[in-house]
């Protein structure tokens, strides 16, 4: 049963930074983890995708150079993305991810996220 919590979702103001957390069981080393967002009447969108401990992530143009996602290899369970510089814009629920293949399978592709969690607020304030 794999099971993902996220934490560390908060009220920020622009240009601040927040860390947030994805605390995973049941995943294996095979299974990509992604972060997510989405804002009040907007789609769900993919921020980033990272394919397995310790590879560099895949992010979105919206927010490349600011955020940083990692999954660090002596923390292979758990899925962090440090948010700098955040902006208004970067507003929405904040959801992790996971699915049985590397992201260079349309990594982009929603629908082939199998696992997801409940999500975190994040709220930038200008």
């Known amino acids: 049963q794999v099971q993902m919590v996220e934490s560390g979702g908060g009220l920020v103001q622009a240009g601040g930074s927040l860390r947030l957390s994805c605390t995973t069981s049941g995943l294996t080393d095979d299974d990509a983890m992604a972060w997510f967002r989405q804002a009040p009447g907007k789609e769900r969108e993919v921020v980033s995708c990272?394919?397995?401990?310790?590879?560099?992530?895949?992010y979105i143009d919206s927010v490349e150079g600011r955020f940083d996602a990692s999954r660090p290899p002596n923390s292979k369970n758990t899925l962090y993305l440090q948010m700098n510089n955040l902006k208004p814009e970067d507003t929405a629920m904040y959801y992790c991810?996971?699915?049985?293949?590397?992201?260079?399978?349309?990594?982009?592709?929603?629908?082939?996220?199998?696992?997801w969690g409940q999500g975190t607020q994040v709220t930038v304030s200008s």
């Open positions: 991810a996971s699915k049985n293949e590397y992201c260079r399978h349309s990594w982009r592709d929603r629908a082939r996220y199998k696992y």
């Open positions: 990272t394919s397995w401990p310790g590879d560099p992530a895949d």
